[in-house]
């Protein structure tokens, strides 16, 4: 079993629309959840993270996490052609080493 | 702060050939990571360091692959004999340490490495 996985896209919305990103992850004992966006030729920048269960809210991006399903969830409002990127949603495998796979790519149409 | 350096940003090489990049992490950041992105594999994890000792070097693919940290604001990262399927982007990226030191970590540019 995968310790993230994530659906990787592309997935294209209109601007204006509400977007949500979802991880599933495997590792019960993990208790810091991150979303880190990477524009293309760009390293990936850390975007929001909590800790344990519960949501984060920062301007039009918040964070949701559901420890009982191991889902986690990242959702955008207003979206703008400027969230058009790749969206990692990292975790910690079971020896203690952080996981950050492949992403999902995000299009935002004008 | 100028963020996480790397340098060459862009490296064409020819198979058999020896490649070091270059990274000059955050001043006071205490951790540092090499990542390898593709797309067939994403970002995967190479090696850390934590106060310049190596902690974990289990990413590292083989033995042609090897990682230094001399000082506090400088490592590389070696690959001798290079072989094509080395091509990828590799980033370095440095974290302040403290409970969530492995998640708030902040990346360089990267570099391209193409080998031909």
């Known amino acids: 079993q995968k310790e993230v996985e994530q659906d990787p896209g592309p997935l294209s919305v209109p601007e204006g629309a509400i977007v949500s990103l979802n991880c599933t992850y495997s590792n019960s004992a993990f208790q810091y959840f991150m979303w880190y966006r990477q524009y293309s030729r760009k390293g990936p920048e850390l975007l929001m993270y909590?800790?344990?269960?519960g949501n984060k809210e920062d301007g039009r991006f918040t964070a949701q996490v559901d420890k009982s399903s191991k889902y986690i969830s990242l959702f955008i409002r207003d979206s703008q052609p400027s969230d058009s990127a790749t969206y990692l949603c990292?975790?910690?495998?079971?020896?203690?080493?952080?996981?950050f796979g492949k992403g999902t790519r995000l299009h935002i149409l004008p | 702060d100028a963020g996480v350096i790397q340098s060459p940003r862009h490296e064409v090489t020819e198979m058999g050939q020896e490649v070091t990049l270059r990274c000059k992490p955050i001043?006071?950041?205490?951790?540092l990571f090499w990542y390898r992105q593709t797309m067939m594999r994403g970002l995967e994890l190479l090696i850390y360091f934590n106060n310049n000792v190596p902690i974990d070097d289990s990413g590292m693919p083989e033995d042609r692959f090897s990682a230094k940290m001399p000082n506090a604001s400088f490592s590389t990262l070696k690959i001798q004999p290079s072989e094509p399927r080395d091509s990828a982007v590799y980033f370095c990226?440095?974290?302040?340490?403290?409970?969530?030191?492995?998640?708030?970590?902040?990346f360089g540019p990267g570099t391209r490495l193409t080998v031909t």
């Open positions: 990226a440095s974290s302040p340490g403290g409970r969530a030191f492995r998640y708030e970590q902040y």
């Open positions: 001043s006071g950041h205490d951790y």
């Open positions: 990292p975790n910690m495998n079971r020896d203690d080493k952080i996981i």
């Open positions: 909590t800790y344990s269960s």
